[in-house]
């Protein structure tokens, strides 16, 4: 069984892309994160240690997109993905969607992004 955990409309400013103003002025993202794991004991339990903290899901997202600058989406995304996976052992598997409203692409548009979706990959029996 596998449950749901999600953040919505998560604001960051950063410098992410290829063009030069993109990097030197930065632009507004917005983040969704969809969190798969089991829930059924936390559900019972009521306590946070049986769960994960979505205060501590933002700051690591959050930290992750923003530290270091990239040109393409999907690498923002796939690092906030990595690092998602890396500090919560209880997530099986994370989707990551990342918005560029403000995209220098020369048309009329809503919304513009990537979405990802990463696995724990079982470990080997090697």
């Known amino acids: 069984?596998?449950?749901t955990i999600f953040v919505t409309g998560i604001v960051i400013h950063a410098r992410h892309g290829v063009m030069e103003h993109e990097t030197e002025v930065g632009?507004?993202?917005v983040i969704d994160l969809e969190l798969f794991a089991d829930l059924q004991e936390s559900s019972r339990t009521d306590r946070l240690a049986d769960t994960v903290s979505y205060s501590n899901v933002v700051a690591t997202a959050t930290s992750a997109f923003k530290n270091t600058n990239y040109k393409l989406l999907e690498r923002a995304a796939g690092a906030?993905?990595?690092a998602i996976l890396a500090a919560f052992p209880r997530v099986r598997a994370v989707k990551v969607t990342?918005?560029?409203p403000h995209a220098p692409i020369a048309a009329i548009f809503e919304d513009?992004?990537?979405v990802l979706t990463r696995n724990r990959h079982p470990p080997s029996n090697g």
């Open 112 to 114: 513009v992004g990537v």
């Open 1 to 3: 069984m596998t449950d």
């Open 27 to 29: 632009q507004r993202f």
């Open 80 to 82: 906030v993905a990595d």
């Open 98 to 100: 990342v918005h560029k």
